[in-house]
């Protein structure tokens, strides 16, 4: 099961920071595309920021988690995108990569020993 996890984090993070790039470098299919749903270049860019971003986090153990929303948030908003620009297949399929970066965010939060998690309450006022 770890090596599945593996794949999974490696395929999103790769998937996002190619996206991302994409949107960084202005190609001519990113920019037609999200201009004709009415984004502007900067926004573009900022997104494709973004998407990197959330690419690398996923990498390191302490940011998998955050960089795990960055990908799903940006993977859902390209999804809406694309149901908007009328590509119903390529939406349906475009899904399944919100639906690995959610495991990615279950399992980090499973696995989280973070203290900012823990509710018990013996722990209140202790700095």
Avoid: H, W
């Avoid at 998937?15 to 790039?21: F, N």
């Avoid at 149901?83 to 475009?94: E, K, T």
């Amino acid at each position: 099961m770890k090596i599945v996890n593996i794949l999974i984090i490696a395929i999103i993070a790769l998937l996002s920071i190619a996206a991302g790039l994409a949107k960084v470098m202005q190609t001519q299919q990113e920019m037609e595309f999200l201009q004709g749903v009415g984004l502007s270049s900067v926004l573009i860019v900022a997104f494709g920021l973004v998407q990197i971003s959330g690419g690398v986090l996923l990498v390191p153990r302490k940011t998998r988690m955050l960089g795990a929303v960055l990908a799903a948030s940006a993977l859902f908003v390209s999804t809406v995108l694309i149901f908007v620009g009328g590509n119903l297949l390529f939406g349906l399929v475009s899904i399944l990569p919100i639906a690995l970066a959610c495991t990615i965010i279950y399992q980090s939060a499973r696995f989280t020993d973070n203290k900012s998690f823990n509710t018990d309450a013996s722990d209140a006022g202790t700095g």
